[in-house]
């Protein structure tokens, strides 16, 4: 064999020697990031929204929008605490809480939750989510009140500012049958702009149909936990199929889906951090 011959089986055999190093690297490192730092790499997402019907002494009200923070043993506790630092941080007018508050076992991690929410110094309030029902929704009613998390199940929070107020609805969980729209309707004023809080972000196809809410937002799907480039989420549950991660426009109602602050089962995330949502919202009749 001559000279140049060796030579390009020598760095033929690198390659190949390369190419199984950087497999081997990815095989490594791909679990390692998807199951210990992903799933803690929070994103503080800044979503800046004019409403059509906001009076402009709402112009610039902040609200902070977490959503399924499933505290559950395997969270850790400064995990948590950062959530709320962050929260804190983005000095809200209003702090919104979209379900799935925990997994299961609420009793279990009462104090924790409890604890988290007084920490935040704003005003919040809340509604659940199907794995709120599935596990008490007995006690998470209670850790709210004893929280001082303002419960929107099925019910209306309006802030004044002078003659103007903003009207945040919520709605029971949709995937176990506790929506009640038409009892939000009946409490909700017919003037000011009003933002609809549903764990389920699929809602918003029944919701638009009201024509009165300017704003939707919700959780539920985590953006997939685990979402492939150029493909998105290869699985989604029911009722977040449709509008699964952030923003999109459903007729005359904006519609956002945050990724979520926990996990589920597999307790993975790939390209879908957890996120802190902050809606800066802007009036159309400001001057």
């Known amino acids: 064999m001559n000279q140049k011959a060796k030579q390009r089986k020598f760095w033929n055999k690198r390659k190949k020697l390369s190419g199984l190093l950087l497999l081997l690297v990815l095989i490594l490192a791909v679990p390692i990031y998807g199951f210990k730092v992903e799933p803690y790499w929070l994103q503080v997402q800044t979503v800046s929204l004019t409403l059509p019907h906001l009076d402009a002494e709402f112009d610039g009200y902040r ?19 950062r959530v709320i630092r962050l929260t804190n941080q983005q ?6 809480v979209t379900g799935d508050i925990v997994t299961n076992q609420p009793q279990k991690y009462a104090s924790r939750i409890e604890a988290a929410f007084k920490a935040i110094k704003a005003p919040t309030v809340a509604v659940l989510g199907n794995h709120d029902h599935w596990s008490d929704p007995g006690v998470v009613h209670q850790i709210l009140r004893n929280s001082q998390v303002g419960d929107l199940s099925n019910s209306v929070y309006t802030v004044q500012r002078e003659q103007s107020q903003l009207h945040v609805a919520g709605v029971d969980d949709v995937w176990v049958g506790a929506a009640n729209l038409d009892q939000v309707m009946a409490q909700l004023p017919q003037q000011g702009a009003a933002i609809l809080l549903a764990h389920e972000p699929d809602y918003a196809d029944v919701a638009v149909k009201t024509h009165r809410f300017d704003l939707e937002i919700s959780g539920h799907a985590h953006g997939g936990q685990i979402a492939i ?4 989420a290869p699985v989604l549950p029911p009722y977040g199929e449709r509008y699964p991660i952030g923003q999109y426009q459903v007729e005359d109602l904006i519609q956002y889906t945050n990724r979520g602050i926990g996990m589920v089962s ?12 902050v809606f800066q919202l802007s009036s159309s009749t400001a001057s």
């Not at 000095?91 to 919104?96: E, G, I, S, Y």
């Not at 480039?229 to 998105?232: A, H, T």
């Open 266 to 277: 597999p307790r993975v995330r790939l390209n879908s951090r957890p996120e802190i949502t």
């Open 63 to 81: 609200i902070v929008h977490l959503s399924d923070l499933h505290v559950v043993e395997q969270m850790p506790q400064t995990y948590l605490d």
């Open 91 to 96: 000095q809200p007018d209003l702090v919104t």
């Open 229 to 232: 480039p150029f493909v998105g």
